[in-house]
């Protein structure tokens, strides 16, 4: 693979590694589904299954979670021909979860190993391990509801998908 093609081809895959960590943050369902090829297999902790099952189970375990954030941190894409690549990027995933004495905050750090593909032009995850390597937990701190200004959101009505009011 000549040298521009491989550095557009590995922009392209860890765009796609941010819209998913965007779209499971902002429960944006479609955009995390638009990272899997259809056919992909997704092995994540007790999750077994393809993409819509994946999206099924994700967006049921999130209704409930007022924060989430995850770090994209390390990304190695290592290509083996000029249309699949093994790739291992590094995460770490805070949650809180509410509850009566104010929350908690859920930390975990593992690495999503993929295989990608491209298909039709596109370069997304043909299958997936989540491997989870730490977590750690503690009492919220939360004080977001004490700040002034632009809060983020988990949903559609986050200040992402509406890039003009930055403007005003």
Known sequence: MEALKRLVARMEIEDCMKRYARGVDRRDWASVRACFHDDAIDHHGEFHGDGDAFIEWVSTR??????SMHYILNCLVEFHSETVAHVETYFWAIQRREDDDGGTDHEVFGRYIDLFEQRDGAWRVAGRRVAYDSTRTQPST?????????????????????????AE
């Open 62 to 67: 999130h209704a409930n979670v007022p924060f």
């Open 142 to 166: 939360n004080h977001l509801r004490r700040m002034q200004g632009v809060l983020g959101r988990r949903d559609r009505q986050d200040p992402v998908f509406h890039p003009q009011q930055a």
